[in-house]
């Protein structure tokens, strides 16, 4: 989030894009009411259903499920016709917007509605919204992101930010409600495959970084790899990881994956499912660690699966990153009960026993206080500096203090901090930014620009034009000592730069001088190395619009898309929506959480939604002489089929069936209670939705595309 949940408060109008706020983020919905109320906001919801947040808004647009690209890039070219677009703005802090609006004229309001199935008025009319009531609050969450597309997608969202000059302000902002409550440190500290820790990469400069962090000779981590390339080689992601196990897909790996530890991973959260479980049962070792037995624990049949308990959050302690970017202590509440141990245990062990607990442990003999200040010292990329321990405990302690709409504290201890530091917070002494991108304050006291991170110029191969990438003259923080755009800062300390001066004058230097250490440039609305410079729509891989793929055709595949080949272009089969005819979309409801391993052993919340159940048309219902209530099956073009209640409903159009995937414990009509360890099955059990959700994944992230497959419906 570029901003907070807090700073919704200040907004004139919101759209949210594929989120469900008011089941999947319950707790901003009294920001976002407050908008709504007290400055009279619109709120503009964009989805394929009618979800609890759209029965809170203003507008609601129902679009086709994977459009949201040509929606987008329809409102940014209809703003720009209409002459609404911020025209300052992009004169001083924007680039490639030239480039980036030839291509959105394509996107007449008649070819969107064309795409998406959004009346033309009404893309004219959201436009307007947007236009007449800045700044906007734009959220998108998961509805924008699990398509072949979702990284165009999620391009699209910021430019029309960009385009209505709403970055860098209280109101406005790309606001991505993150998932799981730290999943935003998690991702920080870059639980992923294709990266070190603080976004660092996997080059030869990045493991140096984190070597003299963690104090430990570089030869020595290399001599961890078979071979060298391997170090500087993207991983297996969590979607695909299987095809390392299965081997039915050409894998550019040396070996095949023979063990595989899943810590805190629900299992029926990975689509292809099936797959899934094939592959459980080819490791020769499987480790579960996780507080509840997860249905990868019963679907084993094997005797190759250990299962580790561990204990929830509330039975340990440690730093915790919020959506808002913000760094909170959690303290235990109560100690693990049973023979659970702690994560930091479990790892603990494990490492002793790999045999090289004294590299790992070097540095960290107060757990979990050393481990956030191993973060404080080499997460200087995006400004974990500041949060010590001491300091976030004080802002827990202090809560009462903090203003509930600026989240400045206002006088007592933390006075002038923004409430949980959130980064970049550069320094000990630095407040936190509690919105990223604005200029209007001076950087110690929370501002920044936009960052320098793609050269100083660009000759784009579209246009032939050459455009400087730096901010325009005259556009700088207060207090700046250059008056307009910078490069960003190298050699203060010789041969290193602010990302890899663990000294940290670096970062002391560009703040003393008004500065951003990370430089002062334009946002970009072309990117050069990805395969759509400028985002476009591309028809889902399992299109239900045979008619539109010759002119939308998804990319080519790929042979090394994070280690293994992956289909594209042979995927996307004009006949398969024939067989195949309604569009099968995923989520969330309230009640539930993921995999559902937590939830559905919850007695309360497991009466709440006992049943898995599929949301249907009452048209489609009718027609096919199905009542609410009744058992269908719903299947994949892979052959995946799960027997669920029809929830016959008007949230969903006659073309599109939805489920929630949080329910898990059965196979093929069949319960698999008796396969968790005694006393420990989950009260309710349900088919898993991943065994149906469809091949197909984004070209740049692999996240899947759990949100626009094809399915067809039989009664069972
Ligand atoms: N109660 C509860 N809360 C949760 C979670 C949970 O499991 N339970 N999970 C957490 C996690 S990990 C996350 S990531 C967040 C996710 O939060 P959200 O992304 O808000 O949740 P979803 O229900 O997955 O998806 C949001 C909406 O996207 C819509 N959608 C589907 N396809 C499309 C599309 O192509 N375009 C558009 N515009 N919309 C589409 C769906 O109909 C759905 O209403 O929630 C977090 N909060
Ligand atoms: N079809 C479909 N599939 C999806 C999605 C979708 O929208 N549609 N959304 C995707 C998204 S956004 C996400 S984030 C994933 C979520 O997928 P997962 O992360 O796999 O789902 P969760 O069930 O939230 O898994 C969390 C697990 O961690 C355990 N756990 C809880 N606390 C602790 C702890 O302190 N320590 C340890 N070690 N374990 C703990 C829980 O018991 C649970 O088993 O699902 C993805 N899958
Ligand atoms: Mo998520």
Redesign the pocket.
């Known amino acids: 989030m570029t901003n907070s949940l807090n700073d919704i408060r200040h907004t004139k109008s919101m759209i949210f ?5 008011a ?3 319950p707790v901003s919905m009294q920001h976002i009411l407050h908008a709504k109320e007290v400055n009279n906001a619109p709120i503009i919801v ?4 009618f ?1 609890k947040l759209a029965a809170k808004a203003s507008e609601f647009v129902r ?1 086709r ?4 690209c040509a929606f987008i890039m329809g409102l940014i070219n209809e703003i720009i016709q209409k002459g609404w677009e911020d025209k300052e703005f992009i004169r001083t802090r924007v680039a490639g917007f030239a480039e980036m609006a030839e291509i959105a004229t394509h996107y007449t309001p008649e070819e969107v509605e064309n795409i998406t199935g959004i009346p033309a008025a009404q893309t004219r009319k959201v436009a307007k919204i947007l236009a007449m009531n800045r700044p906007t609050s734009l959220t998108w ?4 992101t699990q ?1 072949h597309i979702g990284s165009s997608i999620t391009r699209a969202f910021c430019i029309l930010q960009l385009v209505l000059g709403n970055m860098g302000k209280s109101g406005g902002g790309t606001n991505i ?4 409550d730290n ?1 935003q440190g998690a991702t920080d500290m870059c639980v992923l495959s294709h990266t070190l820790p603080g976004y660092y990469g996997l080059s030869d400069g990045a493991w140096k970084h984190w070597c003299r962090v963690w104090d430990v000779d570089y030869e020595f981590i290399k001599g961890r790899f078979k071979e060298k390339k391997w170090m500087n080689a993207k991983g297996f992601t969590l979607a695909r990881w299987y095809e390392g196990v299965l081997q039915e897909e050409k894998i550019e790996q040396y070996t095949p994956i023979k063990a595989m530890i899943q810590w805190g991973c629900g299992s029926n959260s990975n689509s292809q499912y099936d797959r899934v479980v094939k592959a459980y049962n080819k490791l020769d070792l499987f480790v579960i660690v996780d507080p509840f037995p997860t249905m990868a624990a019963a679907t084993c049949t094997t005797d190759n699966v250990y299962l580790l308990p561990c204990s929830s959050q509330y039975e340990t302690s440690g730093s915790v990153t919020s959506t808002s970017r913000q760094i909170q202590w959690r303290f235990k509440v109560v100690d693990p009960v049973g023979n659970c141990k702690d994560d930091y245990q479990i790892m603990a062990e494990l490492v002793k026993r790999l045999g090289f607990a004294d590299e790992f442990y070097k540095n960290i003999k107060e757990t979990p206080e050393d481990i956030t200040r191993e973060i404080n010292k080499g997460t200087l990329t995006i400004g974990y500096n500041g949060q010590t321990p001491e300091r976030i405990k004080k802002h827990m302690e202090n809560w009462h203090t903090f203003d509930i709409d600026t989240l400045q504290a206002r006088g007592g201890p933390c006075d002038g901090d923004y409430y949980g530091m959130p980064w970049p917070c550069w320094t000990e002494e630095h407040p936190g930014t509690p919105i990223l991108y604005d200029i209007s304050k001076p950087v110690a006291e929370g501002g920044l620009p936009f960052r320098n991170r793609f050269g100083l110029e660009k000759t784009y191969d579209m246009s032939g034009r050459t455009e400087n990438l730096l901010a325009a003259d005259g556009v700088a923080n207060p207090g700046s000592e250059v008056k307009g755009g910078y490069a960003e800062f190298k050699d203060v300390v010789p041969g290193t730069n602010w990302k890899t001066d663990l000294s940290q004058k670096t970062l002391q230097e560009a703040i003393r001088r008004g500065m951003a250490p990370f430089g002062n440039a334009r946002a970009r609305c072309v990117v050069w190395t990805f395969p759509d410079q400028v985002p476009v729509h591309r028809e889902p891989l399992h299109s239900p619009r045979p008619d539109l793929i010759a002119t939308y055709p998804t990319y080519e595949d790929q042979p090394n898309h994070f280690r293994v080949f992956t289909r594209f272009k042979s995927e996307q089969d004009p006949e398969l929506a024939k067989k195949f005819p309604f569009v099968l ?10 995999g559902g391993a937590e939830t559905r052993s919850n007695k309360y919340l497991a009466e709440l939604q006992p049943d898995m159940y599929a949301e249907i048309n009452p048209v489609t219902a009718n027609n096919m002489g199905i009542r609410e209530g009744d058992m269908i099956w719903i299947e994949s073009p892979e052959g995946g089929k799960v027997r669920v209640k029809a929830f016959v409903t008007e949230r969903v159009d006659g073309k599109t069936i ?1 489920m929630p995937y ?1 329910f898990g414990g059965m196979l093929k009509g069949k319960s698999l209670i008796g396969e968790y360890p005694a006393g420990h099955a989950p009260y309710v059990v349900g088919e898993p939705a991943n065994v149906c959700t469809n091949y197909g994944y984004d070209i740049i992230t692999q996240i899947q595309a759990t ?2 497959g094809l399915c067809k419906v039989s009664r069972a």
């Open positions: 894009i594929g989120s469900n706020a089941e999947a983020h964009v989805d394929p259903r979800t679009i499920p994977g459009s949201d969450c998961m509805g924008g398509h409600f993150r998932g799981h999943v979309t995923t989520g969330r409801m309230v009640e539930h959480m993921g939805f949080h949100k626009d």
